[in-house]
């Protein structure tokens, strides 16, 4: 079964500031991913995700029905995606009229681009 345990969520301020700054970020239709590659010193930020949803996007509803949309996406795929990595995924306009498949099924396509996926075990 997968969950997404709240203490793998990005909760402080300067966590989600550093890996906004110093990620790298992969974009498609949907959201925006930062992707910030962990230091062995970066212990607090270890199997981190955060999501966020800026105003521009619409009501408080319309956020954190997106918000909802791309934690679910996340929750399908984390067992593919590497452990040395903070992510964090900000919604885009295109988040807002989509279906929850349309998000989730492009999730591994840019985890791919962002070179993110666990490599397969021989």
């Known amino acids: 079964m997968l969950t997404l345990p709240?203490?793998?969520?990005?909760k402080r301020?300067?966590?989600f500031q550093q890996v906004f700054r110093a990620g790298r970020a992969y974009a498609n239709r949907y959201f925006v991913?930062?992707?910030?590659?962990?230091?062995?010193?970066?212990?607090?930020?270890?199997?981190?995700v955060g999501f966020a949803a800026g105003k521009k996007l619409g009501c408080?509803?319309?956020?954190?029905?997106?918000?909802?949309?791309?934690?679910?996406a996340y929750r399908l795929h984390q067992a593919e995606l590497r452990d040395d990595?903070?992510?964090?995924?900000?919604?885009?306009?295109?988040?807002?009229?989509?279906s929850g498949t349309e998000v989730a099924q492009?999730?591994?396509?840019?985890?791919?681009?962002?070179?993110?996926?666990?490599?397969?075990?021989?």
Do not use: C, W
């Open 6 to 10: 709240r203490k793998r969520m990005l």
């Open 13 to 15: 301020r300067s966590d």
């Open 33 to 48: 991913l930062y992707v910030f590659r962990l230091r062995p010193q970066d212990t607090r930020l270890q199997h981190k």
């Open 60 to 72: 408080a509803v319309v956020r954190n029905r997106v918000k909802r949309l791309l934690r679910e």
């Open 85 to 98: 990595v903070a992510l964090l995924f900000v919604g885009r306009r295109g988040a807002v009229q989509a």
């Open 106 to 122: 492009s999730l591994p396509r840019l985890a791919a681009k962002a070179r993110i996926v666990k490599e397969e075990q021989a």
